[in-house]
């Protein structure tokens, strides 16, 4: 007797990549004039900010991160003392050891010790930061930024290269010639009103400095107040 054998179709599967991938990472934008990197002199400032994950097939072993400085603007390199953190500065972890003197457009690897392990799909914000210099060409104009090279590491599962490739440009860096101070009316300041002449402890006026856009600390050092009486001229104290 014949015997007939049906068919069937069974699921389809996929084959994900298992490779490191690097992204600039979008909680930053590029900075400018209105929101510069920092100021001439200034040290330890974050220069640019990364999302670096594993592949969705395995995990991986970070063994180095490649980066180098870039510019089109500057005649040479504007920073020194590069350095890579996992996370913030304040609260991460370094990853390998300084570059202390930068020259554009040369990589520098940077080695994790112990390795960064990472399962599969796992991300982490890869942070960097450096000093900026003083010479000429170095104030009050774009400086360049950070270029992501090859992350270079091990799969979990398969033992075998899991390297990223290509390159990812980070944030434009702008630093300032000085600090900025911002002064506005406060909330509280009193409205306009009639004042009885010989009363003491009257509040005039209320402002508010701020130099939360300031890419330096600010120390105030003097203020100088101007009151104008009726169609009298203006005097400042």
Not at 90 to 105: E, F, N, P, R, Y
Request: some cysteine; hydrophobic content about 35%; glycine content about 10%.
């Amino acid at each position: 007797a014949s015997v007939s054998v049906s068919s069937a179709t069974g699921y389809q599967l996929s084959i994900a990549t298992g490779a490191l991938a690097g992204t600039k990472n979008q909680a930053y934008s590029s900075w400018s004039s209105t929101n510069p990197t920092g100021v001439a002199g200034a040290t330890g400032v974050l220069i640019g900010s990364y999302i670096l994950s594993a592949g969705a097939s395995e995990g991986a072993d970070i063994t180095a991160i490649t980066l180098q400085w870039t510019t089109s603007s500057a005649a040479s390199t504007c920073v020194q003392n590069m350095a890579l953190y996992k996370g913030t500065k304040a609260t991460g972890t370094q990853i390998g050891s300084t570059q202390s003197s930068v020259v554009l457009s040369t990589n520098y690897d940077f080695y994790p010790s112990p390795y960064i392990s990472l399962a599969k799909s796992e991300q982490f914000t890869l942070n960097v930061y450096g000093d900026i210099l003083t010479h000429t060409g170095c104030s009050a104009q774009d400086v360049g930024s950070a270029l992501l090279g090859t992350i270079s590491g091990t799969g979990k599962t398969t033992n075998t290269s899991v390297n990223s490739s290509g390159t990812v440009a980070g944030q434009a860096s702008y630093v300032a010639s000085a600090g900025r101070l911002d002064v506005n009316d406060d909330p509280a300041t009193p409205l306009a009103d009639m004042v009885v002449m010989g009363k003491t402890g009257v509040t005039l006026a209320k402002f508010k400095y701020s130099a939360s856009t300031s890419p330096e600390d600010i120390q105030v050092t003097a203020l100088v107040v101007t009151t104008t009486l009726g169609d009298a001229s203006p005097t400042s104290t």
